[in-house]
């Protein structure tokens, strides 16, 4: 599939801050609702510095696997609280161009605009592909929220500065929840429907389950 190449990488903070405030006005909050495949998106580190990429492509209806890819590399971009993305990008993006899948939706392990900078790596990738993506956190990242009710779909919004950047959602009962947010083409409301949807059995959702799984092991 084709990866818009808008920038170079970069080698610095300063120049990985000006991509994201160069591209965040290109982020768009609304999109569609309905979705025929979805991709997971997960990157696991080994050794020094070498990361392994991986996307999956699940059938949206039944959650059946219809395509798979893993890349090898090495995170050149240092580690900075906001700018992680920059990381795990240049594998990421390898491994979607070697998809020859397009998918509807982008359900990355990480943020959207629940990111200090209101551009995480869920916003990027939506950019560069022209996709609907979003965020599915493991672990609450900025902003406040209390705790959602203990029952299956129950939620409560993650305000930043004044505003709703996500949402903490209980995807099992008495499980802690995950943390979702919109990162292109999609809002707020389809992204929590899809994190449901797509987390009929685990906490995770089964997109981010497999990417994960296939990263990890190969």
């Known amino acids: 599939m084709l990866v818009n190449q808008l920038h170079p990488w970069?080698?610095?903070?300063?120049?990985a801050q000006a991509?994201?405030?160069r591209l965040r006005p290109h982020v768009e909050l609304t999109g569609p609702t309905t979705f025929t495949?979805?991709?997971?998106?997960?990157?696991?580190?080994?050794?020094?510095?070498r990361v392994r990429a991986a996307v999956v492509v699940l059938d949206a209806a039944t959650l059946t696997v219809?395509?798979?890819?893993?890349v090898e590399d090495e995170a050149r971009f240092p580690y900075v609280p906001?700018?992680?993305?920059f990381r795990e990008l240049?594998?990421?993006v390898r491994a979607l161009e070697r998809l020859t899948t397009t998918p509807g939706l982008l359900v990355c392990d990480g943020y959207g605009v629940a990111h200090p900078r209101g551009f995480g790596l869920a916003c990027h990738l939506g950019v560069l592909t022209g996709l609907p993506a979003m965020g599915v956190g493991k672990t609450p990242f900025v902003g406040d929220h209390a705790a959602p009710g203990r029952e299956r779909g129950a939620w409560t919004p993650i305000t930043l500065d004044g505003s709703t950047v996500g949402r903490a959602v209980r995807t099992r009962e008495g499980v802690k929840p995950v943390y979702v947010s919109p990162g292109h083409r999609i809002s707020l409301e389809t992204a929590t429907e899809q994190a449901l949807r797509l987390s009929p059995r685990y906490r995770l959702p089964e997109p981010i389950r497999h990417a994960d799984h296939l990263a990890r092991h190969g």
Not at 82 to 85: I, Q, R, T
């Open 90 to 92: 240049p594998a990421l």
């Open 10 to 15: 970069p080698a610095t903070a300063e120049e």
């Open 19 to 21: 991509i994201q405030d």
């Open 66 to 70: 219809l395509e798979q890819v893993t």
């Open 82 to 85: 906001g700018l992680f993305a």
């Open 37 to 49: 495949a979805v991709a997971g998106l997960d990157v696991h580190y080994y050794g020094d510095d």
